[in-house]
């Protein structure tokens, strides 16, 4: 599978999970505003980064607070821990910012 559409898959499945679960989001297309994607790169942990590149969407966010990328939430998902990952308890009224890059398809 070539990185765009496993981007755009990935990118699904957070919203989808975040939108089945009621919870608050904004998403933000790095492509279309230089300064989001900046801040993006400069708020990713530099053990985040990949030896080659930028780090691929979709990065996670609390406020300005960085959470993860897509492994970091799967790996909550599978340990049923999501909404902590997420920074919320059972009721979910924070809002989460959820990185994400605009593809030809959408």
């Given at each position: 599978?070539?990185?765009?559409?496993?981007v755009?898959?990935?990118?699904q499945?957070?919203?989808?999970?975040?939108?089945?679960n009621?919870?608050?989001?904004e998403?933000?297309?790095?492509?279309?505003?230089?300064?989001?994607?900046?801040?993006?790169?400069?708020?990713?942990?530099?053990?985040?980064?990949?030896?080659?590149?930028?780090?691929?969407?979709?990065?996670?966010?609390?406020?300005?607070?960085?959470?993860?990328?897509?492994?970091?939430?799967?790996?909550?998902?599978?340990?049923?821990?999501?909404?902590?990952?997420?920074?919320?308890?059972?009721?979910?009224?924070?809002?989460?910012?959820?990185?994400?890059?605009?593809?030809?398809?959408?």
């Open positions: 599978m070539s990185t765009r559409p496993r755009k898959k990935r990118q499945a957070v919203v989808g999970f975040l939108e089945a009621r919870i608050l989001f998403e933000v297309d790095i492509t279309m505003l230089e300064d989001q994607r900046l801040w993006m790169y400069r708020n990713i942990p530099e053990e985040k980064h990949p030896g080659k590149g930028n780090p691929l969407p979709p990065q996670i966010f609390n406020g300005d607070e960085y959470l993860g990328d897509y492994e970091d939430f799967f790996q909550s998902k599978e340990n049923n821990t999501v909404f902590s990952f997420l920074g919320l308890n059972s009721d979910p009224t924070v809002q989460v910012r959820q990185i994400h890059e605009h593809t030809a398809r959408d």
